[in-house]
C-alpha cells in the first residue's frame, strides 16, 4: 500500500523538468516550476493507483518509456484542464444563430452545415451547439447541420459520448431547450442525472485528437470552428501553430469563434476579425 501522504515530497527537478517538457511537447501546455504543487496535486490518484509513495517515484517510472506508458497518458490527463459549462459565454451562441447562421445558409445550396467544437472537454459546448442550431431549424430554419467534438482526453470523450450531466451543469440550459433537448431519469436512483435526447445525440459526434498534431484528419470545409478558452494555456509559439493549423480546417467564409480572453491572440493573415472573439476566413465559397 501507498504511504499516507504519498506524493508529497519534493519531486528532483531534473525529472520534474522532463516531465514538464513532455506535457508541452505533447499537449501544448506549459507547466512553470511554480505550479509544482499543482502537480502533486492533480498526480495524486495517478501516485495511488501506481502503488508507489511519490510523484517522484511515479513520473521517474512513467518516463521510462513514454510512447508505451499509459500511466503516464493518465497524467497528462490529470493534469489538463476540463472546465465545461453549457451556453458559457453566451453571446457566442447568439452570433451563432442571429449573425452566422443566416450567412450560412444563404450560401450553403443544400449542403449540411458543420460545426467543430475543439477541445470539448465532456461535451457541453458540443451539445450547446446543437441544441442553438436545432432550435433554429425548429423556426423554420432550412438547413441541416453536423457537430464535432474532438478532445486530447479519451476519458472526456467517452463522457461526452453518453452524453449524461448532472441536473446542476444542465441548469444554464434555458428552460424550453431543457424541456425539448434533455432527458430526466425516473429512477430514484438516478434521479440526479439527465442525458440529451436521442435525436440532438444523432447530430453530434466525437473523437479523440490532439491539437499538437502536426495535421488533422478533418474535413477542410468546416463552417464555424469554437476553440474556446484552451489557447490560453498554450505558449506565444504554440498558440499560432494551432491557430494556423485550425484555420486550414475552416471553409472559405467560415469563422473562427475564440474565447474572451483570446482575441488578441489571433493574428491569421486569413483571419478577419468581425466583433470581438468573432473572425471570418478570407473568401467565399
Known sequence: MTRSGAGARAVAPDILDKFRHYLRDTTGIALSRAKTPMIHQRLKRCVMEANLDSTEAFLESALKNPAANDAL???????????????????HFEFLSQRILPALIAGKQGRRIKVWSAACSEGAEAYTIAMTLADERRKGGDFDFAVLGTDLSQRMVEKAQKAVFTHDQVAAVPSALLDRYVLTSRETRAATQSRICPELRAKVRFRVMNLMAQTYPLDRDIDVVFLRNVLIYFEADVQQQ???????????????????????????????????????????K
Open 242 to 284: 494551432v491557430i494556423s493549423h485550425v484555420a486550414q480546417h475552416i471553409a472559405p467564409g467560415g469563422y473562427l469563434i475564440v474565447g474572451h480572453s483570446e482575441s488578441m491572440i489571433v493574428r491569421q493573415t486569413d483571419l478577419q476579425q468581425i466583433v470581438p472573439t468573432l473572425f471570418q476566413k478570407a473568401g467565399r
Open 73 to 91: 497518458q493518465a497524467a497528462v490527463e490529470c493534469l489538463t484542464t476540463n472546465t465545461t459549462s453549457f451556453f458559457r459565454e453566451p453571446q
